[in-house]
């Protein structure tokens, strides 16, 4: 392709720019995508998941590789620490994550927003957890209708590979999954009955791990396409996207670290960055409006650790999903404690349980940049206000009481280790800060399928874009949204 005129460019490397570039490519053959990654490629095959190195002296190394511009390693947590969390008090190593993003004047029990994201080619793709659950009904875009937002989760199954029950031979998770749907079946239908947690991965033997997907698997063949079609160009940063009159005529990049900036012409532009990233890029090229930054909205997870007395150990992840009379979104896992110091008193299997409690939304919890300071890819830097509400706390309660009510059907709480509420953010699944609207009315960033308001060829990605209540991992939802756009523009692009 020539430098200076690819006909999309995406701005970032992650699920949701993968699904734009594989349903353009889909739409639109002949399209010449350029895709713009600010890390490095940090892994021989395009966009491959982390959790697929099973050294994991390796995987750390990586991992580190992975984050911002911060590639310092984490420190690890200190026994005092594991101590103050097992009894549910406040836990300091959950700020050392490197490429953190804290709350102004947070306080570290009830205000403390601890945000992440990945900088490396694939995005979270290469760390996300796989989990692909289907979004409940309360939570889905009441705008969309119904039949068309299914075909597009379904799309995005097929994009991120979804498997609805890689262990279909774990015995004691299925028992326990009997156990369960006594108590939560009723009154559900069957697509929301307790069930193995779908994930985006593939089974290769009962006592091997899973290989897990990343963008590998959703850019899929493109990957291999030469670069006169497709190329993802790592570490580069988006510095602004240029525009005019509501068009969008291009993108101004640099190398991270350096003043050396050049123009890149691009037909389309799509925003693929993240729920904080994405603003703070539509911020830096004076696209501002009213709504952007605002609405940042996460599920809280409350974590309890359980034991289950088992003579088979059991592998298979399971997940209670969210209805409209229960608004939580529960999955129950093998926990790995192996890293951390553990109380002897733990005989049984320790499985994990993370519940994840709905927040309200609020305008006035968001994202704001100082021009005055810049981060390492030379973007203002983000800063995060945000503040707990007297609901969000109430509801806490009430779901830690049900938590520990599903601990007691597993078999019990593990001895010494509270029902505690992680720092919000903790999920990486922090959305609404250039979230979807109806209508142009100040409240939202994009329409309905995600192009920018008041722009005829921008769009935006991820996360971010979803302007529900949700309890429930995102991924596939975001995916799902990002194919409306994709197939919008492939439409009208492939006919001019």
């Known amino acids: 392709m020539r430098e200076e005129s690819p006909d999309v460019v995406i701005v970032g490397s992650g699920p949701t720019g ?16 350029l895709m713009v990654e600010a890390g490095p490629q940090i892994l021989p095959k395009t966009g491959a998941h982390l959790d697929n190195v099973l050294d994991l002296d390796e995987r750390g190394a990586l991992e580190v590789q992975a984050q911002g ?29 490197s490429g953190l993003f804290i709350a102004n004047d947070a306080d570290p029990v009830e205000n403390l927003f601890a945000g992440f994201s990945a900088a490396n080619v694939g995005g979270m793709g290469t760390k996300w957890s796989t989990g692909t659950p289907t979004p409940s009904q309360a939570e889905r875009v009441p705008f969309i209708p119904a039949e068309e937002l299914e075909a597009a989760i379904g799309v995005a199954e097929w994009l991120l590979g979804t498997n609805k029950d890689p262990r279909a031979g774990d015995v004691t998770a299925a028992s326990l999954r009997d156990r369960l ?7 559900r239908t069957p697509d929301r009955f307790v069930q193995p947690m779908p994930l985006a991965a593939t089974p290769e033997g009962d006592d091997v791990p899973l290989r897990y997907h990343g963008t590998d698997v959703v850019l899929g063949p493109m990957v291999d396409e030469p670069p006169e079609l497709f190329r993802i160009q790592a570490e580069t940063a988006c510095r602004r996207v240029v525009h005019e009159g509501g068009k969008v005529t291009g993108v101004e990049l ?3 670290g350096s003043d050396d900036t050049w123009f890149v012409a691009a037909g389309t532009v ?48 399971n997940w209670i999903p969210a209805t409209d009379d229960f608004p939580y979104s529960v999955t129950i896992a093998p926990a790995s404690l192996n890293t951390m110091p553990i109380s002897g008193d733990i005989v049984g299997q320790p499985v994990g349980m993370g519940f994840f409690v709905p927040g309200d939304i609020s305008p006035d919890n968001c994202v704001t940049f100082d021009d005055s300071r810049l981060d390492w890819m030379g973007l203002p830097a983000i800063s995060i206000h ?20 599903i601990s ?35 409240t939202s960033v994009c329409d309905r399928n995600s192009r920018v308001w008041g722009f005829e060829n921008l769009y935006v990605a991820g996360n971010g874009v979803i302007p529900t209540v949700t309890a429930t991992n995102p991924t596939l939802y975001s995916v799902a949204l990002a194919t409306f756009g994709a197939r919008q523009i492939a439409q009208a692009r492939r006919k001019a």
């Open 18 to 33: 993968s699904a734009y570039a594989r349903i353009i490519r889909r739409d639109w053959p002949e399209a010449r995508i």
């Open 69 to 97: 511009g911060d590639r310092t390693p984490r420190q690890p947590i200190s026994k005092e620490e594991w101590e103050a969390r097992r009894a549910g008090g406040f836990d300091a190593s959950q700020l050392r994550r």
């Open 181 to 187: 749907g006594s108590v939560f079946n009723a009154g």
């Open 254 to 256: 640099a190398t991270p």
């Open 270 to 317: 799509i925003v693929a960055c993240d729920a904080l990233h994405s603003p703070q890029l539509l911020y830096a090229s004076d696209i501002r409006p009213e709504a952007l930054g605002r609405y940042l909205n996460d599920h809280y997870i409350i974590s309890q650790i359980s034991e289950m007395q088992t003579n088979l150990p059991m592998k298979a992840m």
């Open 386 to 405: 945000w503040r707990q509400s007297e609901a969000d706390k109430a509801r806490l309660e009430t779901a830690k009481g049900i938590a520990r009510s």
């Open 408 to 442: 007691d059907i597993i078999g019990r709480p593990a001895p010494g280790f509270a029902t505690i509420v992680l720092p919000v953010g903790s999920s990486l699944h922090y959305q609404g800060t250039i979230r979807m609207g109806a209508a142009d009315d100040g």
